[in-house]
């Protein structure tokens, strides 16, 4: 009954080289966020998307892209990763607030390593 | 701008032994909504209550309780009885509630918790 996933759980780049952690959900949400969590530190939103909307958070690197195909996935590009970018990244679902969304639904997460 | 301020970064007790996190937040907004997850060594980080600015009404579910004081601008967490599997790392997060689309969350800085048996 998992209701957002994340693949895969553990993801190795090598720095520079393209990746990308994938993100689904069975909630039917139409809101998606995308947030990176460095070690011992609160997790730091990166973009959400609201259906096709897509609400880039103002310090959130180029490096960074996002892709949301349908209502069920969505994506996290990386461009170019680099030492810095070694995290776990969250995503999470909720409803909008104009439907009484307000709680976010987190996935296991991706822990990115990069070499 | 909002802020959220868990000022306890780690605590450690032993197992019995009741806990109380601390959370203080600001916000300009009249309308907001409080939170707090439980991340688990695993990763995932699971909701475990929201309380509206307008509900000061305090809740306890189970072990769990949360004090809401608008006046001074905290939302406190208590777990009775600690148990080891309540050892995790907890945040308290605000939302506000101006936005039509998604639902932004500032987030404290966290607080871990050491049950030891």
């Known amino acids: 009954d998992a209701m957002v996933i994340q693949n895969p759980r553990y993801q190795v780049t090598q720095f520079g080289k393209p990746v990308t952690l994938s993100c689904s959900q069975t909630?039917?949400?139409?809101?998606m966020y995308w947030y990176q969590q460095k070690s011992s530190q609160a997790p730091k939103l990166l973009f959400h998307?609201?259906?096709?909307?897509?609400?880039n958070e103002a310090d959130t690197p180029d490096n960074f892209q996002s892709r949301r195909p349908n209502t069920s996935f969505c994506f996290l590009d990386i461009r170019s990763p680099g030492l810095g970018d070694a995290a776990m990244y969250l995503c999470?679902?909720?409803?909008?607030?104009?439907?009484?969304?307000?709680?976010?639904?987190f996935g296991p997460g991706t822990r990115l390593t990069v070499t | 701008a909002q802020k959220v301020t868990q000022a306890q970064t780690e605590i450690s007790v032993v197992e019995k032994e009741d806990v109380t996190l601390d959370c203080v937040y600001e916000t300009r907004d009249t309308t907001y909504y409080l939170f707090w997850y439980k991340q688990p060594p695993s990763g995932e980080l699971v909701f475990l209550i929201r309380?509206?600015?307008?509900?000061?009404q305090n809740e306890i579910s189970g072990r769990y309780s949360w004090n809401f004081q608008k006046s001074t601008s905290s939302f406190n967490f208590t777990i009775t009885a600690s148990q080891v599997v309540d050892s995790a790392v907890y945040f308290c997060?605000?939302?506000?509630?101006?936005?039509?689309?998604?639902?932004?969350?500032?987030f404290g800085g966290g607080t871990r918790v050491l049950v030891k048996p």
């Open positions: 998307y609201y259906d096709k909307d897509f609400n």
């Open positions: 999470a679902t909720s409803r909008d607030l104009t439907s009484g969304g307000y709680e976010q639904y």
């Open positions: 997060a605000l939302s506000e509630a101006r936005r039509a689309a998604g639902n932004k969350l500032t």
């Open positions: 309380r509206n600015s307008f509900d000061e």
């Open positions: 909630l039917n949400h139409n809101v």
